[in-house]
């Protein structure tokens, strides 16, 4: 049975899906664009700013579902330009420990809003 994972901590979905939806001991999130929950804007200080509030609205809903960031298995980073793909990382390393969750990060033509970036976590109970 499937449950959805809902919290204030972290922006209302855009549309019709659930910011994560828990089944058999994982907790599918979805990608989370940096839009601070408290103003709903994007912050101030471009990709690296953008990255670091994308990842503390998924850990808020990880929260939510009683969980952290240590259970992520696996990350999808999606970015506006490749270029970014440094800073990016730099930001991104400050919240994983090894062993790192798996990840795919990708370059796409837009992101919802005129986000920089948008990152999806699969973690497991």
Not at 112 to 121: N, Q, R, S, T
């Amino acid at each position: 049975m499937k449950k959805a994972i809902n919290t204030e901590k972290a922006p209302a979905a855009i549309g019709p899906y659930s910011q994560a939806i828990e089944v058999n001991g994982f907790v599918y999130a979805s990608g989370q664009l940096p839009i601070d929950p408290a103003t709903g804007q994007f912050p101030e200080g471009g990709i690296k700013a953008q990255t670091r509030q994308s990842i503390l609205n998924a850990q808020s809903i990880l929260q939510a579902a009683g969980l952290d960031l240590s259970y992520v298995v696996k990350t999808t980073v999606y970015l506006d330009s490749m270029d970014d793909f440094a800073a990016m990382n730099e930001v991104y390393a400050q919240f994983f420990n090894s062993p790192f969750p798996a990840r795919s990060a990708v370059a796409v033509e837009k992101l919802p809003k005129g986000a920089l970036v948008e990152v999806e976590v699969l973690a497991a109970k």
